[in-house]
């Protein structure tokens, strides 16, 4: 009669020493409110009705989105969107009993660590201008990530990240940014312009100078080689002249025909060239004469004037 009484109480005995400890968490035991060991994973067994499970402590990471406002040193209210990711720095005795009876519950050690981010990034803001947070948001993490993980370990725990997603500033503010930014764009693009305008009259001035060079190359080039074709041509008709009054010459002929000759062709190219001008010419005897020693004269050959001077003789 007695195993029948004695195996109800012998299961139920058992089944209070069991315990059961969930994969990525550890369960804190004590005994008589005292800490007594720490239960990992698995099947765990105690002392039943003296030793109870105070707290069961998850070692996965945590994460928190904590939004809060602070004031720059210029004034202006900054709206914080922000990430936080910790979890329990290690699994080993003493770390375990920190994060077990530190706090008096999870929502007292939240609250905490929320109201410490949150002092750490107003307190940095709080040092900053406007116009600089939006490009300090590295800077900012940093810094809290420095006061912060510094404190979470003396609780057991350790700062994973901490992400700022989100920076805004009040209506009046962003409206104002937003004329600044638009204003600085419109001086850009100004300046822009300008230069660009710069650099096509520049470009423009470069190409008709160039230009003007060019033309005056050319038109210097040309007049060398007009020059040198007449020059070439008097030289001509000068060997031609005087190999022709070589030849009269020898004849024993009068080498005044030779210019008059050129008389009769200058008047004949007057008449074929002269496009309805009017010329007038000393058809005299006395005006030939002079006429022929201007011809004589223009074209420079000493042969030429020596033959003269014998005709004069």
Do not use: C
């Amino acid at each position: 009669m007695t195993f029948p009484i004695l195996l109800p109480v012998i299961l139920l005995l058992i089944f209070l020493s069991i315990a059961t400890v969930q994969q990525g968490t550890v369960a804190v035991t004590t005994i008589f409110g005292k800490y007594n060991r720490t239960l990992r994973p698995g099947l765990n067994f105690k002392i039943p009705l003296i030793e109870s499970i105070f707290k069961r402590i998850s070692v996965q990471n945590r994460a928190v989105e904590l939004n809060f406002q602070a004031v720059t040193s210029d004034q202006a209210n900054v709206h914080f969107t922000s990430l936080l990711l910790f979890a329990v720095l290690d699994d080993r005795e003493e770390t375990i009993k920190k994060v077990a009876f530190r706090f008096l519950s999870d929502r007292d050690f939240m609250a905490t660590l929320t109201r410490t981010v949150e002092g750490s990034i107003r307190s940095y803001v709080a040092s900053k201008k406007q116009q600089e947070i939006l490009s300090l948001r590295r800077e900012i993490t940093e810094a809290v990530k420095g006061n912060v993980d510094h404190m979470l370990e003396d609780w057991g725990f350790h700062l994973i990240d901490l992400q700022i997603n989100d920076i805004t500033f009040d209506d009046e503010v962003m409206r104002s940014m937003s004329k600044i930014v638009a204003a600085n764009n419109l001086k850009a693009a100004a300046e822009n312009e300008g230069q660009a305008l710069l650099i096509t009259k520049t470009k423009a001035a470069e190409a008709e100078g160039n230009s003007i060079k060019i033309a005056a190359e050319a038109e210097r080039e040309a007049a060398k080689m007009r020059g040198q074709a007449v020059a070439l041509f008097r030289e001509e008709v000068a060997r031609g002249m005087s190999h022709a009054a070589k030849e009269m010459h020898g004849a024993n002929l009068d080498t005044s025909v030779i210019l008059f000759s050129m008389w009769t062709e200058a008047i004949k190219n007057f008449t074929e060239q002269g496009d309805g001008n009017i010329i007038f010419l000393d058809g005299s005897v006395e005006g030939m004469q002079k006429t022929l020693r201007e011809m004589m004269a223009l074209s420079n050959t000493d042969y030429l004037a020596e033959i003269q001077k014998k005709n004069k003789k």
